[in-house]
């Protein structure tokens, strides 16, 4: 598997602005527990807890779901200037760096293939947020580059922007997280139709719902009845082990019933609520 993409892909001159790169495992959904290099970009359309962007640092919340990335777009809490800003290409370089195989000199990481039996390059790359799709040509880039050197990427997404032919062509996949009612935000703003047909038609989506309690399973069977959802995941909203496995709890039977898969959060489980993990 080869990190040497410039022969091959369409590369934008695109830059950026990158809250975190690291290497991990898939915390969540049917990747679950499979390593992965993450890049998580700047910026957001929606205001997860709160049903307008936030005035102050003190601003009381509005609802139950609060999003547990507000250093990429919340400015009245975080300096969202000090992100640095990259291009694909340099967001790539570093990715593959931080893969031990391909990021390891005596790992034969010079040309990205292994020479240390039973080790293989990390084949998952997730690419997060704030809302990806901001950044549609930063990651059409990146799925493209995924793509020629034989590695899956999946797209965290909140559905309300519609990806391009380029990026599902190129092979992304699509967790896509529609918010619900509990999140504060103006149904107008967290569920676009067309958005949600373009996704569902790709054939390349996963619907997770994060879920804060009993409230959230009626509205989740409604949307999926009205867009015709397939391949629907619950979510325990939670950033420690005990809130986490608390609704998992519960959560168990609602999907075995509604015919729903169950994903927990790995990474809260192991590392609580700690960034780069």
């Not at 005035?55 to 777009?73: L, N």
């Not at 965290?156 to 935000?185: C, M, Q, R, W, Y």
Request: charged share 20%.
């Amino acid at each position: 598997m080869s990190s040497d993409t410039t022969a091959t892909v369409n590369q934008t001159d695109e830059r950026v602005a990158v809250a975190e790169l690291f290497y991990s495992f898939q915390g969540e959904g049917v990747n679950l527990g499979r390593r992965a290099l993450f890049v998580r970009l700047m910026r957001c359309n929606l205001t997860c807890g709160y049903p307008v962007l936030p005035p102050k640092a003190d601003a009381p919340t509005g609802g139950a779901m609060v999003c547990d990335t507000e250093y990429t777009w919340n400015a009245a809490k975080h300096d969202l200037l000090a992100a640095p800003t990259m291009s694909a290409a340099e967001i790539w370089d570093k990715l593959i760096r931080l893969d031990p195989v391909t990021g390891s000199p005596c790992l034969g990481g010079t040309n990205g293939i292994t020479e240390a039996p039973g080790l293989t390059p990390v084949d998952l790359i997730v690419v997060s947020g704030g809302e990806p799709l901001l950044n549609a040509g930063i990651v059409t880039d990146l799925a493209r580059r995924a793509a020629a050197t034989g590695r899956a990427l999946e797209i965290e997404t909140n559905a309300t922007i519609a990806p391009g032919a380029d990026l599902i062509a190129a092979g992304a996949h699509f967790n896509a997280g529609l918010k619900l009612a509990s999140s504060a935000v103006p149904y107008s703003k967290r569920i676009k139709p067309s958005v949600i047909e373009r996704l569902q038609s790709s054939g390349r989506t996963r619907w997770k719902f994060v879920v804060t309690g009993p409230a959230d399973v009626q509205e989740i069977a409604d949307l999926q009845r009205k867009f015709g959802l397939t391949e629907v995941w619950l979510s325990p909203e939670g950033t420690s082990t005990e809130v986490v496995l608390d609704r998992m709890r519960w959560l168990a039977d609602v999907a075995l019933t509604h015919g729903w898969n169950l994903t927990t959060r790995q990474h809260v489980l192991i590392w609580g609520d700690k960034r780069g993990r």
